[in-house]
């Protein structure tokens, strides 16, 4: 091949490469947006919610009940739903991802899901992280679960057989698939209208809420 040749192929694969970054990064979705193939993976119909699906606003936290990161970013959370719950256009919706290395946080999720299906989801949700330490070091912590279920007074055995046969497992199940599919690794992460907050304080996150509330 002649040495004009050899330039002029090289040439050629030198541009190819460049238009194969300038695509990758054009097609790539932006710095913690979520990609439009993968939303509905960000909320279920019987995911744990404030409001409705048709909310103007949804805020989704992927957590999950043994993180200490989570039960400190709780009373933000709690502060954001006291203040934007009654907003029939805002929804806050809790999705289960319970890290492989914590061992209770499964079973945690159950006792949550299962105090859902008596309509006191978010009674459990909050005993669960207010109580983190003492259920989380406990050889069982069925029998503390037992004793939150017994103080916001749900059907103890509708409760425990709920567990007993883990009525729930799959949803949770599906709720970690749902946060694989969209490449999340860790917890809390949270989600207004499809795109991750990077700053998790109630100033950023309440400024955020109002930005999209106007929009």
């Known amino acids: 091949m002649k040495l004009t040749d050899q330039l002029i192929a090289l040439a050629g694969i030198f541009v190819v490469v460049i238009l194969g970054f300038v695509l990758f990064?054009?097609?790539?979705?932006?710095?913690?947006?979520?990609?439009?193939?993968?939303?509905?993976q960000m909320v279920r119909p019987d995911s744990a919610m404030t409001g409705t699906t048709t909310a103007k606003v949804t805020m989704v936290e992927w957590g999950d009940f043994e993180c200490p990161a989570c039960a400190a970013i709780e009373p933000?959370?709690?502060?954001i739903i006291a203040t934007y719950g009654g907003n029939p256009e805002f929804n806050f919706v809790f999705r289960n991802f319970p890290l492989p290395q914590h061992k209770h946080s499964r079973s945690a999720a159950e006792a949550a899901e299962a105090a859902g299906a008596e309509g006191r989801y978010w009674d459990m949700h909050t005993l669960l992280y207010e109580n983190q330490k003492e259920w989380v070091n406990s050889e069982n912590p069925r029998?503390?679960?037992?004793?939150?279920?017994?103080?916001?007074?749900?059907?103890?055995?509708a409760f425990g057989a709920a567990l007993d046969t883990h009525a729930y497992a799959s949803r949770i199940t599906r709720d970690f698939q749902d946060a694989s599919t969209l490449r999340l690794n860790r917890t809390p992460t949270i989600f207004l209208n499809g795109v991750e907050q990077k700053n998790l304080t109630l100033s950023a996150l309440t400024k955020a809420i109002d930005a999209a509330l106007k929009q």
């Open 25 to 40: 990064f054009w097609l790539s979705p932006e710095p913690g947006a979520v990609q439009t193939t993968a939303q509905e």
């Open 76 to 79: 933000v959370l709690k502060q």
């Open 143 to 157: 029998v503390l679960f037992d004793s939150y279920a017994k103080s916001i007074g749900l059907d103890l055995t």
